[in-house]
């Protein structure tokens, strides 16, 4: 898996996915994903997804 590839097209994540994958992160991340924040740009790629939980955890992405 790389951060670019693309969840919808090139790992065949689906809209129930997406949420199963929610309530994962939420469990093992022990973060809140709030609804508002719930954009379809985060789950674009796995490297945006990656940067979602960063920002949710608090931390600081390296660029």
């Known amino acids: 898996m790389k951060e670019e590839?693309?969840?919808y097209e090139?790992?065949?994540v689906d809209?129930?996915?997406v949420l199963?994958?929610?309530v994962y992160i939420?469990?093992?991340f022990?973060?809140?994903v709030p609804e508002?924040?719930?954009d379809p740009a985060v789950f674009q790629t796995v490297g945006s997804l990656v940067d979602f939980i960063?920002?949710?955890k608090g931390e600081h992405i390296k660029s």
Do not use: F, G, K, Y
């Open 5 to 7: 590839d693309r969840l």
């Open 54 to 56: 960063h920002a949710l």
């Open 36 to 38: 508002e924040e719930m």
């Open 30 to 32: 022990n973060v809140t």
């Open 20 to 22: 199963q994958l929610v």
């Open 15 to 17: 809209s129930i996915m």
């Open 10 to 12: 090139d790992l065949n």
């Open 26 to 28: 939420e469990e093992v």
